[in-house]
């Protein structure tokens, strides 16, 4: 299994393109499966996640070839053939599951391996199949599997929900496109990906009013046909990068980064003494003098998010102070906690806060990475720490960032990936 050994105490300086941001990405493939037309994606970001979604869609009968030599453009198109979604993919990627919405809109069936578990939870998807009930499908639950049926089209529904989850509105957003007359959605999620999703299926001749907004009013429509869309930049990687100039003490430009999508981050930064400008083609983010605790509580969006908490708490352990996280998210997304004490930081955990008391410095130390946003935190630590650090486990890495180690050592981290 591959490592990262880094040795700390480098500031960073240069540029890190940003890439596609993979949450939009999935639910985008997803909706390949709303058209027998070709759907063309571009700005797709290299990632292990995508690899699973692109073999999923296959087995559907959706090909998803990469016309470009960068590979940074998919086009999706074919005929659905098949309407189960196997457990072996679908424990590896719990967005799998938003083929649902799509299969039963598109052919009144599917069958979905129900996703198990994972490392940061329980995640259900109760609220997903709730939805789609209020629709007209009916569910049973056999073999591990949701058996999802339809007799004929799926109908418009007001749906509130009783609380924002992204996955659910993304699959009542994709089945409520090609549903007979309108549909509500209440309470819905407004992360910028959900955007990203709304403005590919009105290019793809949906009716849908309120983006960005908490509540979508989809008017169905009986086909959808193809479309190019160019995905957003993934706020959660420049979250992340902008973490790692911060730690390390350097300067650093997120080519193609946007403000706008970055919500309560960018407060948050500045709140530690981070330093954020908007500059011709991203943001450069700086440390002007030391990092200060903060306090962040994860939120949906435009809150700051679970997905920046591990990452921000990495920072946090070496800023002046004391700073509360607190967590609202997800249950058991504190397991960074214990490998960043084996570097020297002081973090105590009570229920769904963590305290912080900064450390002047870290230190280097052999660290498990046990989910994919844990694996970055750990990196973070690395660069700031004294000594050499080797983050084991990477493979959750790959899931969502692309070239990391390249990326950082391209702005002067001394990073590496040992394979084996
Ligand atoms: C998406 C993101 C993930 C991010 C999360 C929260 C993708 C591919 N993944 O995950 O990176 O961390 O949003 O911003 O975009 N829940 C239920 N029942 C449901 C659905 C969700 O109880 O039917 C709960 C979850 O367990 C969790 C909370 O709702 O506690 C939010 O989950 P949700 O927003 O659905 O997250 P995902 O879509 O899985």
Known sequence: MDRIRIRGGKPLSGEIPIGGAKNAALPLMAAGLLTDDRLVLSNVPKLADIATMASLLAQHGIAVERPDNAGRVLSLGGRITNTEAPYDIVRTMRASFLVMGPLLARTGEARVSLPGGCEIGARPVDLHLKGLEQMGARFNLEGGYVDGRV?????????VFPFVSVGATENLLMAAALAEGRTELVNAAREPEIGDL??????????IKGIGSDTLVIEGVRALHGADHAIIPDRIETGSYACAAAISGGSVLLRHARL??????VRVMREAG???????GGLMVRRLNGLHGADVM???????????????????SVAEGASMVTETIFENRFMHVPELNRMGARINVHGTSAIVRGVPSLSGAPVMASDLRASLSLILAGLAAKGETV?????????????????LAACGADIERIRG
């Open 198 to 207: 709304a403005h590919c299926l009105v290019a793809m001749g949906a009716d």
């Open 391 to 407: 983050v084991n486990r990477v493979y959750h890495l790959d899931r969502g960032y692309e070239a990391v180690e390249q990326k």
């Open 151 to 159: 007799d004929g089209r799926l109908r418009g529904a007001k749906i």
């Open 274 to 280: 981070v330093d954020i400008t908007e500059e011709a």
């Open 260 to 265: 706008e999508h970055l919500g309560a981050t």
């Open 298 to 316: 994860t939120e949906p969006y435009p809150g700051f998010p679970t997905d920046m908490q591990a990452q921000f708490m990495a920072m946090l």
